[in-house]
């Protein structure tokens, strides 16, 4: 079976580039360095027709997965822009205060984005019961969940990963991410995982008096083709 290569990108170059490189499905985000927010409207409809199925991430803001009525709200609608623009589908997750998932407005969301290919993100990571909260992403509808296992890196939680995938069967897709490049993908392939999740980055230096005025990190990491195509061509 085809491993299929995930890739999360920020920028419409990173965009560009994840296609060129041959990425099988897209992450749009926004704010890469906090863990990804919601990208705005024009980027949602900049990448529609990228020829690629790509996934919006909704995330109103950097943080916890805890969320109040309004930024709620405001994940309704930014579900129903990506529904607008013609996206394949959204990336979502929403916590308890304990970390558990937040079932009740899971629900909510995924009947907002019916019809829609859902991703699980990693608030999967913060769950003091992964097999449980498994078992609850299969009933919610959800066809995959983005994990690394709840460790910073994919890689160094594969015992994790391994017991997941083997739990989830074909119920639900494990997609391991954080860290995962051409270089280490075998591992992951190995335990049967049948997607991957990758930046595909390099560091770069940013513009130095942007940087200097605080408008941005001294460095910053861009989506590369060839790392794209060096992954792709690891696990295919």
Do not use: K, Y
Not at 167 to 186: E, F, K, M, V, Y
């Amino acid at each position: 079976m085809a491993v299929t290569v995930e890739v999360c990108v920020d920028t419409a170059a990173g965009l560009a580039a994840a296609v060129q490189g041959g990425a099988d499905r897209i992450e749009l985000c926004s704010a890469l360095p906090l863990g990804g927010l919601t990208p705005s409207a024009g980027f949602m409809a900049q990448a529609a027709g990228c020829g690629v199925p790509v996934l919006a991430m909704i995330r109103p803001r950097a943080g916890d997965f805890v969320w109040s009525g309004p930024e709620v709200a405001q994940m309704e609608a930014d579900i129903a822009t990506a529904r607008s623009a013609g996206l394949a589908g959204v990336v979502l997750g929403a916590s308890l205060p304990d970390g558990r998932l937040d079932v009740a407005t899971l629900s909510h969301l995924m009947q907002a984005a019916q019809g829609l290919d859902c991703t699980l993100h990693r608030c999967f990571d913060l769950v003091p019961d992964p097999a449980a909260a498994l078992e609850q992403a299969v009933t919610l509808g959800f066809s995959r969940v983005l994990t690394s296992g709840g460790a910073l890196r994919a890689v160094d939680a594969l015992p994790a990963l391994a017991a997941l995938i083997a739990q989830a069967g074909d119920r639900i897709a494990i997609l391991p991410g954080s860290g995962i490049t051409a270089a280490n993908a075998a591992r992951f392939t190995a335990l049967g995982a049948r997607e991957l999740h990758g930046s595909c980055s390099a560091a770069v230096p940013a513009p130095e008096a942007a940087a200097a005025m605080g408008f941005g990190p001294a460095t910053e990491r861009r989506t590369e083709a060839a790392l794209v195509r060096a992954l792709r061509q690891a696990v295919h």
